[in-house]
């Protein structure tokens, strides 16, 4: 398979963004995708945010699975965390709370000092497509942040006010020059992190299937009606092309709607909940 990169131009100029605005605020919120909250953390941030609080916002845990622990490894690791599912609302009021209380110590510290009462200032980062701004707009409760789902789309920061005594300072998704762990750039892939127009689909999605072969292969069987699963993921795509119809001239199944048809299904959480990320030791 050819190594998966993808590091638009414009990437390199939120790099500096975030760099030059993080002294603006008083706490990082880190967007994460709840099926993959290892992969998605971006080496690049980390290194720009420094000492600065930090606050983790699951996102898309409507999706994935063994919340409680990974929510319990970040505890350990003394970093708060909150699950988050932006289109029902879940864990927003917790996010808001949390915010708020870690950025306490510096308003408080301003107001002893003389400023005005202000409110709690965060700045938003994320890689593409993580939620960012389904998370936002959930947070403001207008459609103030751009919200699709395709990578890329914010391409400024942007001030948004909560009525919670909250302002955020939005930022366009950020992934890193070059992916030493192949497995991390598929998770990248297969959670739309990365645009497919880089990718292999066909081979993306055969070690998808592999994946998902072992973590939940019920769910993989009873999705697509598939009796016996198959080890090797071209022979499952195979299987599921049979069974939805997807079929060229001469009986032959079509490998790249095959797919594309089982990408859409796993982004949309239609195979199963799924976290791809194992737990630390």
């Known amino acids: 398979m050819n ?10 100029k939120t790099q500096e963004l975030i760099a030059e605005n993080i002294k603006l605020v008083d706490l990082i919120i880190e967007v994460l995708d709840a099926r993959i909250p290892l ?11 420094g000492d600065k609080p930090k606050l983790i916002a699951l ?14 490894y970040f505890g350990s690791q003394n970093i708060s965390a909150v699950a988050i599912d932006s ?13 708020k ?5 510096k308003t408080h510290k301003l107001e002893k000092f003389g400023a005005k009462p202000r409110s709690a200032r965060a700045m938003i980062v994320g890689v593409p497509n993580v939620g960012k701004s389904t998370l936002i707009n959930r947070l403001a409760g207008v459609n103030r942040a751009k919200a699709e789902n395709r990578p890329a789309v914010t391409r400024s920061k942007q001030w948004i006010k909560i009525d919670n005594g909250l302002d ?23 959670t739309y992190a990365i645009n497919d127009e880089v990718l292999d689909i066909e081979q993306t999605v055969y070690q998808l299937l592999e994946v998902l072969a072992v973590k939940i292969p019920q769910n993989l069987c009873e999705r697509f009606k598939i009796e016996n699963l198959p080890n090797a993921g071209h022979e499952i795509l195979n299987e599921i092309g049979k069974k939805r119809g997807c079929i060229r001239k001469g009986g032959v199944v079509d490998v790249e709607k ?3 048809l089982i990408l859409s299904e796993f982004r949309a959480g239609k195979i199963g909940k799924v976290t791809l990320d194992d737990l630390p030791n």
């Open 101 to 105: 209380n870690i950025a306490r110590p």
């Open 258 to 260: 095959t797919a594309r």
């Open 59 to 72: 996102t898309k845990s409507d999706l994935a699975a063994n919340l409680d622990s990974w929510l319990k």
């Open 39 to 49: 992969s998605s953390q971006n080496p690049l941030l980390q290194e720009i945010i």
């Open 168 to 190: 955020l300072l939005d930022t366009p998704g950020i992934l890193y020059h070059k992916f030493e762990d192949k497995n991390i750039a598929l998770k990248l892939a297969w």
């Open 3 to 12: 190594e998966i990169q993808w590091f638009p131009g414009h990437m390199k």
């Open 87 to 99: 289109i029902k609302g879940a864990g927003i009021k917790n996010l808001i709370a949390a915010a």
